[in-house]
């Protein structure tokens, strides 16, 4: 991970006790992902924690998550405290690693190309 990260990845844990339930799928696991990005770095170097969050996945079909700022803030202006407009993201995906079992597996090709 230490290779990869801050990086296009997301990498699949066992979830630990201290993960609130609401965080953890079936599998008991959880996603991790060091973006970067400066936002959410200094975000997380200026709180001194990891921030736990989401993607906003979208319905429609030719987009398959929102990263429009102002979309973002239209659609949940009402349901959160701030949106930091950061520009419009990036439509790739991250590449997801599910290290939960005995090796690693490349479940999803994204952005990031993996570096042993």
Do not use: Q
């Not at 400066?38 to 987009?63: A, F």
């Not at 398959?64 to 993201?89: K, Q, R, S």
């Amino acid at each position: 991970m230490k290779k990869n990260l801050p990086g296009p990845f997301t990498f699949i844990l066992p979830g630990l006790h201290r993960v609130p339930d609401y965080f953890l799928s079936k599998r008991k696991t959880v996603g991790i992902r060091i973006p970067n990005h400066k936002i959410p770095l200094e975000l997380v170097n200026r709180l001194g924690n990891p921030i736990l969050t989401t993607s906003l996945k979208d319905s429609d079909e030719v987009v398959e998550y929102t990263t429009d700022p102002e979309l973002i803030y239209e659609n949940y202006a009402n349901l959160v405290d701030v949106v930091i407009d950061g520009g419009i993201g990036g439509n790739i995906p991250s590449t997801i690693v599910d290290c939960s079992g005995d090796e690693p597996i490349v479940t999803r090709e994204g952005l990031g190309e993996l570096v042993f």
